[in-house]
T-cell receptor
Framework: AQSVAQPEDQVNVAEGNPLTVKCTYSVSGNPYLFWYVQYPNRGLQFLLKYITGDNLVKGSYGFEAEFNKSQTSFHLKKPSALVSDSALYFCAVRAASGGSYIPTFGRGTSLIVHP | ETGVTQSPTHLIKTRGQQVTLRCSSQSGHNTVSWYQQALGQGPQFIFQYYREEENGRGNFPPRFSGLQFPNYSSELNVNALELDDSALYLC?????????????????FGEGSRLTVL
């Protein structure tokens, strides 16, 4: 079975500082990995995905994520946080082939950026 | 290009009642997935429809059912509501292919229907 762990319920960072939101996964074979963001009372919005190729993936709003196969991680990063980045962030994984093609989501990490 | 729209946005039901939630997929998308998001949790997969046929189901009882229409819009029906069914129900559309494993696309979510069961 595939699974995602987001070990931090909440991440606090000061505006202008770099941020990291952690994600580790478990899946049979190669993974497809995704990050989504959810603002209060809204649906999820796609940020970025890793399918194959370069381990560093760049996405929307200046976010990027690094795929690390040996550590089975896909941490979300941004060099300089904005107050408007405060939201709930979800990591998701599915198998590239075989198994379930339905993505499994983590429990989410609340990012709070302080002015 | 219109996005994913869901209705109603909020509703309150009592235990034992039935509810129907509706979703219009994004233009050009043929696949709709439904998720349940309880408070403080990540989205849990309920089922997916691809070209009007159920194409995968999560760990939800049969009282959760759905369908997809020829225009790819979709409904989620929940019978015999229980208190634990209170949640945000999210619909997501995507463009699927006949070879499901090759679908690498992201999901496009609606803003959800918040169901409260009293």
């Amino acid at each position: 079975a595939q699974s995602v762990a987001q070990p931090e319920d909440q991440v606090n960072v000061a505006e202008g500082n770099p941020l990291t939101v952690k994600c580790t996964y478990s899946v049979s074979g190669n993974p497809y990995l995704f990050w989504y963001v959810q603002y209060p009372n809204r649906g999820l919005q796609f940020l970025l995905k890793y399918i194959t190729g370069d381990n560093l993936v760049k996405g929307s709003y200046g976010f990027e994520a690094e795929f690390n196969k040996s550590q089975t991680s896909f941490h979300l990063k941004k060099p300089s946080a904005l107050v408007s980045d405060s939201a709930l962030y979800f990591c998701a994984v599915r198998a590239a082939s075989g198994g379930s093609y339905i993505p499994t989501f983590g429990r989410g990490t609340s990012l709070i950026v302080h002015p | 290009e219109t996005g994913v729209t869901q209705s109603p946005t909020h509703l309150i039901k009592t235990r034992g009642q039935q509810v129907t939630l509706r979703c219009s997929s994004q233009s050009g998308h043929n696949t709709v997935s439904w998720y349940q998001q309880a408070l403080g949790q990540g989205p849990q997969f309920i089922f997916q429809y691809y070209r009007e046929e159920e194409n995968g189901r999560g760990n939800f009882p049969p009282r959760f059912s759905g369908l997809q229409f020829p225009n790819y819009s979709s409904e989620l029906n929940v019978n015999a509501l229980e208190l634990d069914d209170s949640a945000l129900y999210l619909c997501a559309s995507s463009q699927g292919t006949s070879g499901r494993a090759r679908d690498t696309g992201e999901l496009f979510f609606g803003e959800g229907s918040r169901l409260t069961v009293l």
